[in-house]
């Protein structure tokens, strides 16, 4: 298993401002990726953080909209920019620990675009 | 198109009456299902892993079985704080193995 934060735990902003979403793990990952959860729809994966490397994006997400950092193997972060009230939505982080075949998720953070 | 649709959406218990949840789903080649738990304000957490049809997983209250169709998340005996969202995820097909796609969850409620 992993161990998992993420950084604001909760947040209200303003439409056409950015959020800046850390996820840290308490391990070295190769995989790591990034979810949204909007409220009663199931997780829909937003993108793959490659460490050293662009994020790649599932279709529907791109990266002007949600870029992604991954500096190392613990570390990684998600933008959600220009915001606008259809982004409001828990933002989750997740990691594949070598030779698991599931996934083990943050806490999320819980954004709120008035 | 990968599905995976939880039923029902919402199940209200009493404590100690058991249930099932069911997640039925249309992916090509299943290459693994996963049930999850979810409580208000937290991330999913991973419960179950189940592979092939036959194959059941149990931990405390609550065992997981799978066929070619579904899979069951029995609950027998449930408790209070048992009462979560239960997510069940499978590997999209044709991809790789970290694609999920996610049910809807079914939120339960265990009343005392």
């Known amino acids: 298993s992993a161990v998992i934060s993420q950084k604001p735990s909760r947040d209200i902003c303003q439409r056409g401002t950015s959020l800046t979403i850390q996820c840290q793990v308490d391990?070295?990952?190769?995989?790591m990726f990034w979810y949204r959860q909007q409220p009663g729809q199931s997780l829909t994966l937003i993108a793959t953080?490659?460490?050293?490397?662009?994020?790649?994006?599932e279709s529907g997400f791109v990266i002007d909209k949600f870029p992604i950092s991954r500096p190392n193997l613990t570390f990684s972060t998600l933008t959600v920019s220009n915001m606008s009230p259809e982004d409001s939505s828990i933002y989750l982080c997740?990691?594949?620990?070598?030779?698991?075949?599931?996934?083990?998720f943050g806490p999320g953070t819980r954004l709120t675009v008035t | 198109e990968d599905q995976v649709t939880q039923s029902p959406e919402a199940l209200r218990l009493q404590e100690g009456e058991s249930s099932s949840l069911n997640c039925s789903y249309t992916?090509?080649?299943?290459?693994?299902l996963f049930w999850y738990r979810q409580d208000p304000g937290k991330g999913p957490e991973f419960l179950f892993t189940?592979?092939?049809a036959g194959e059941e997983k149990e931990k405390e209250r609550l065992k997981a079985t799978l066929t070619k169709k579904e899979s069951f998340l029995h609950i027998t005996a449930p408790k209070p704080e048992d009462s979560a969202t239960y997510l069940c995820?499978?590997?999209?097909?044709?991809?790789?193995?970290?694609?999920?796609?996610f049910g809807k969850g079914t939120l339960l409620t265990v009343n005392p």
């Open positions: 391990s070295q990952v190769t995989m």
């Open positions: 997740s990691v594949l620990p070598q030779g698991a075949g599931e996934q083990y």
């Open positions: 189940l592979y092939s």
């Open positions: 995820a499978v590997p999209n097909s044709g991809g790789s193995n970290y694609k999920l796609t």
């Open positions: 953080a490659n460490q050293g490397s662009e994020a790649t994006y």
């Open positions: 992916v090509s080649g299943l290459r693994g």
